[in-house]
């Protein structure tokens, strides 16, 4: 059973516009979310992350957004460039878990010129 | 950059063939993890471990096996690679994010660049 879930496998936005991922989960014990970016061929690189007790953190053109209540959180990248242009994961742990990530499947971003 | 590397970065070999992939780090990180990447899986967690000698198995641990000797050293093995092995293995290791998150100081995983590999 997926605890962490992102909806939308895809999403095309134009440069310059906001891009809004979204992620949600049903594991109200989850105290860290985060956010990973991926390029075709490298690794997955940290990108910013939320503690739970927190609703918004920004570094950046990266704000994440967490609606407890909802159980929900949203990565809003503002303006988009072509260089974000990548697969985009959710991530979230659980205290005492031996620091393990418990993954989304990924939403991949396309930003056109 | 956490100064991870990995090796081999790209394999190929036939079904039955032991295969060893190494994770190496530069930083005396205690944790490392291996994960597989396949199209419709996202991140998926083979083994970690938590100290020198000391490893447990993630959500698809079946056919792999782990070592750790020493802190720099993490081994993925598959004792006999299947077809269904074939794919992009991501070592990891987890340190301090420096960032807070936003509230209390969190630790967060930083990863290699990968290996291919293609069981034939």
């Known amino acids: 059973d997926q605890q962490v879930k992102q909806n939308s496998p895809s999403l095309s936005v134009q440069e310059g516009r906001i891009s809004i991922l979204n992620c949600d989960y049903t594991?109200?014990?989850?105290?860290?979310f985060l956010w990973y970016k991926k390029y075709p061929a490298e690794g997955p690189t940290f990108l910013i992350s939320?503690?739970?007790i927190k609703d918004k953190n920004e570094d950046g053109r990266f704000t994440v957004f967490l609606n407890k209540s909802a159980k929900h959180l949203s990565l809003h990248i503002v303006p988009s460039q072509p260089g974000d242009s990548a697969v985009y994961f959710c991530?979230?742990?659980?205290?005492?878990?031996?620091?393990?990530?418990?993954w989304g499947l990924g939403t991949s971003l396309a930003v056109n010129p | 950059d956490a100064g991870i590397t990995q090796s081999p970065r790209h394999k190929v070999t036939e079904t039955g063939t032991p295969v060893t992939l190494r994770c190496h780090q530069t930083?005396?990180?205690?944790?490392m993890y291996w994960y597989r990447q396949d199209p419709g899986h996202g991140l998926r967690l083979i083994h970690y471990?938590?100290?020198?000698?000391?490893?447990d198995k993630g959500e698809v641990s079946d056919g792999y096996s782990v070592s750790r000797s020493k802190t720099e050293d993490f081994l993925l093995t598959l004792e006999s690679a299947t077809s269904s092995q074939t794919s992009v293995y991501f070592c990891?290791?987890?340190?301090?994010?420096?960032?807070?998150?936003?509230?209390?100081?969190?630790?967060?995983?930083?990863f290699g660049p990968g290996t291919r590999l293609l069981v034939l």
């Open positions: 991530a979230a742990t659980l205290p005492g878990n031996n620091r393990k990530l418990i």
């Open positions: 594991n109200s014990m989850f105290d860290y």
């Open positions: 939320i503690s739970s």
């Open positions: 930083e005396n990180h205690r944790y």
């Open positions: 471990s938590y100290g020198v000698k000391d490893t």
């Open positions: 990891a290791i987890s340190a301090a994010s420096g960032t807070g998150g936003g509230g209390p100081f969190q630790e967060t995983q930083y």
